[in-house]
């Protein structure tokens, strides 16, 4: 009953820092997405991989990469962050109709 | 760039009482969901609306798409304290892109 897992949870960054958070889902799911929520700005898509070995920029890719590492799982780095980062973060995937999106539970990232 | 206004942003609300979220967008959309967000989770999809003028139940619920696809509602009856959450409506276009709502924060008091 895993279905999507992502870590870390929680997350406090300094400037500058650099991290990866992991997404793994255990659904067959062709499809895997990041987004971040924000408090009144709903999903914003960071980046999605439709399928295994490519990956497409959404609204909001500045300052971030993307790593499909196989069809299972799909990191987001961060390579120098900034308080702008901050935010939840979500992984994402669906199956191969792309009806219904499946969510991790969110990974709070505070970079101060 | 497609927009999908949703409204209320905030609402809180008796127990019992009956409460409608919107959904609008001057885009036409080939299908719309509704994902219900509990604090500390991810969301979860309720339901997808397909054809425009469609109308689906879920117990208490009720969603409707527009006849143009370009707006749905989310009705709730009789509100209980377990429908507090975020509702977030999203609009699905072109090869499966999905437009997000803000979200409706719903706060069901006893």
């Known amino acids: 009953n895993a279905g999507v897992t992502q870590t870390p949870k929680f997350q406090v960054l300094k400037t500058g820092q650099s991290m990866t958070l992991q997404c793994a889902q255990d659904?067959?799911?062709?499809?895997m997405y990041w987004y971040r929520q924000d408090p009144g700005m709903g999903l914003r898509l960071i980046y999605y991989?439709?399928?295994?070995?490519?990956?497409d920029k959404g609204e909001v890719p500045n300052g971030y990469n993307v790593s499909r590492l196989n069809k299972r799982e799909f990191s987001l780095r961060l390579e120098s962050a900034a308080p702008s980062q901050t935010s939840v973060y979500f992984c994402?995937?669906?199956?191969?109709?792309?009806?219904?999106?499946?969510f991790g539970e969110g990974s709070w990232l505070t970079v101060v | 760039t497609q927009l999908l206004e949703q409204s209320p942003q905030f609402l809180s609300i008796q127990e019992g009482e009956n409460l409608t979220v919107y959904c609008n967008s001057s885009s036409v959309f080939s299908s719309l969901q509704w994902y219900r967000q509990e604090p500390g989770e991810g969301p979860v999809l309720l339901v997808t609306v397909v054809t425009g003028g469609e109308v689906k139940k879920l117990k208490r619920l009720t969603f409707q798409f527009g006849d143009a696809r370009k707006d749905s509602s989310l009705h709730i009856t009789a509100a209980q304290p377990g429908d507090t959450g975020l509702y977030l409506c999203a609009g699905v276009w072109g090869n499966y892109q999905l437009i997000w709502g803000a979200g409706t924060k719903l706060i069901i008091k006893p």
């Open positions: 991989s439709a399928s295994e070995g490519t990956t």
């Open positions: 994402a995937s669906s199956g191969q109709s792309g009806n219904t999106i499946y």
């Open positions: 659904m067959n799911h062709n499809s």
